[in-house]
């Protein structure tokens, strides 16, 4: 079965740089999730998408925007970036469902991002 | 607002031996629950969910995990533990409108 992809899997920037991680979820999911994990930590929720629009927002540093386009995939933009960004990013998706009921989402392999 | 915890953050276990992972959630409705593996370095394995129905669930490598609403828990389990198990343990819950929680993760280290 199809799974959902990221790219790339690993990236290495300097300070102040920026970088773009994709999403591609599997197919007909229409909800894209954005996780990140720092070393020795658990995935924390950056933000949320459901047919282009964002759902929900979580602990997303301003530097940070994300977008999800109309063939459901989604990218993550960092700018200015930092040594404490250096993190495992994953990317999860499901069907929307709204309130009252709970889809199950599935994740990705994540991107590793190292920022020197 | 809902919540996992994990209260173990370390757990070592000889080769062979059982374990038992424990997790704790605070959530008002019925929850959805899940335990992950994690290898160092490596991305989230889905170990089993539990959604509904019977509250003992079994999953993959061996493992198994019981819903107990009276205690809000859902402990993993597995009756003999291979070195390959040594890795980081996540439970998680989700809740409706696809909100999805994290616990802290517990640190397995199997001796040999």
């Known amino acids: 079965a199809a799974g959902v992809i990221q790219s790339p899997r690993h990236l290495i920037k300097e300070k102040r740089e920026t970088a773009t991680l994709k999403c591609y979820p599997i197919?007909?999911?229409?909800?894209v999730y954005w996780y990140q994990q720092g070393p020795g930590q658990d995935p924390q929720f950056l933000i949320s998408?459901?047919?282009?629009?964002?759902?929900d927002k979580g602990s997303i540093p301003d530097r940070f925007s994300a977008q999800q386009f109309s063939d459901y995939h989604s990218e993550l933009n960092m700018s200015s970036l930092e040594l404490g960004d250096s993190a495992l990013y994953f990317c999860?998706?499901?069907?929307?469902?709204?309130?009252?009921?709970?889809?199950?989402?599935?994740f990705g392999p994540g991107t590793r991002l190292t920022v020197l | 607002a809902q919540s996992v915890t994990q209260p173990d953050i370390h757990i070592t276990v000889s080769e062979g031996a059982s374990l038992e992972l424990r997790c704790n959630y605070s959530?008002?409705?019925?929850?959805?629950l899940f335990w992950y593996v994690q290898s160092p370095g490596q991305g989230l394995q889905l170990l089993l969910k539990?959604?509904?129905?019977?509250?003992l669930v079994q999953g993959i490598k061996g493992f198994e995990a019981e819903f107990k609403r009276s205690q809000s828990s859902f402990n993993l389990r597995k009756p003999s533990v291979h070195w390959s198990d040594a890795a980081e343990y996540f439970c998680?819950?989700?809740?409706?409108?696809?909100?999805?929680?994290f616990g802290t993760g517990t640190s397995l280290t199997v001796i040999p």
């Open positions: 999860a998706s499901s069907t929307w469902t709204g309130e009252g009921s709970y889809n199950e989402q599935f």
């Open positions: 197919p007909r999911h229409d909800t």
């Open positions: 998408f459901y047919e282009k629009m964002q759902s």
């Open positions: 959530y008002g409705a019925t929850p959805y």
């Open positions: 539990y959604f509904s129905g019977d509250t």
């Open positions: 998680a819950v989700g809740s409706t409108g696809n909100q999805f929680y």
